[in-house]
Each structure stands twice: as C-alpha cells, then as structure tokens.
C-alpha cells in the first residue's frame, strides 16, 4: 500500500527545525531528533496510490493509533476505515493486535500472564493450548507454545476494491 500525506500550506508558512542553541547546545525540543520539523502544517488529506499487490494489508499499532489521533482512520464492527481519496477505504478485521491460538485461532486474552496458584509455571497460554489441543504439536513452526503475539491489525479489503486500486507494473524504473 502507498499513501500520501498532502497538507495545507498556511500563508507565509515556513518550517521550523529542532535545532541545537548556540550558546548552550540544548535542542529546543528535547523529545525530538535534531531536525525534526518543530511546526508542521495541517494534514489537508491522505492521498491512495496504490492497495499493493494483494487485498491483505497489516497495519502497525503505532500507524493506526497516529491515524486515529489524525482522524482519518476509525476502527469499529470488525471493520478498519481508512479516510483517503478518491474515496474511503473499508478492510475486515481479521486479527488485532494480542495474543492468539495457533491450532484454532481463538483470540486468548492474557496469554502471557500466569494461571493463578502456577506462578513460574503455567500462563494461561499454555493452559488453552493443553486443555483445548492436547498432545497436539503447534502448527507454527514459529511458536512451539502453540499460541503467539500478534502486534498489528491484520486486515484484508475486498477483491473489487483491491483490483481497482491495486499496484500496476508500469514496465518503468522506480
């Protein structure tokens, strides 16, 4: 998927940069990188370019949570809505982020945390994994536990959507 962010430019706009005082050294904002735009402009919109080469899309915790503070993705039903143009975007939610089953996909709140009386010994991961598959070896090669951690929002938009917006060869160098 590629996006453009476009502002809006206020008259005699002029970007401000994080930089170090002369005399002390300090930077002006000391919870940004040296550089950092100090006064950005305001978002105007966000621009679609392309879907990419299929319909399933993970996006990031830190990308949705800046998306919904800007305002033009929401999150609600089983659905990721992303504000853009030529026109909104609507993904099924397959998986946010948590913890999850590996052999039947149950979504297992808490799975790292211990079963009460087995401190040090059993998470509650381990317990469903038992007593839901038992003697059953995970199906992720990745995750011998048999359950695992997923840290984005794996979604997937619907196949007209995705093919008419979808990444297209151009036969051009990038």
Not at 18 to 36: C, F, I, S
Not at 97 to 124: L, M, S, W
Request: net charge positive; with cysteine; glycine share 10%.
């Amino acid at each position: 998927m590629l996006l453009k962010r476009c502002f809006k430019l206020p008259e005699n706009w002029a970007p401000v940069r994080n930089a170090r005082d002369g005399a002390t050294g300090a930077l002006k904002d000391v919870k940004k990188p040296e550089g950092a735009l100090l006064n950005p402009p305001p978002l105007d919109h966000i621009e679609l370019r392309h879907t990419g080469t299929n319909p399933e899309q993970n996006f990031s915790t830190g990308l949705v949570e800046a998306a919904l503070v800007e305002g033009w993705m929401s999150i609600g039903a089983g659905k990721v809505v992303l504000q853009v143009k030529p026109e909104p975007l609507t993904y099924t939610l397959k998986r946010g982020p948590g913890y999850y089953c590996c052999h039947c996909g149950e979504r297992i709140p808490d799975a790292n945390q211990f079963v009460p009386g087995q401190e040090g010994k059993v998470t509650v991961g381990m317990k469903h994994v038992a007593e839901a598959h038992p003697n059953t070896p995970s199906p992720d090669p990745g995750n011998l536990s048999g359950y695992c951690r997923v840290n984005s929002y794996e979604c997937v938009l619907d196949e007209k959507t995705h093919a008419k917006f979808r990444f297209k060869r151009t036969g051009r160098a990038h």
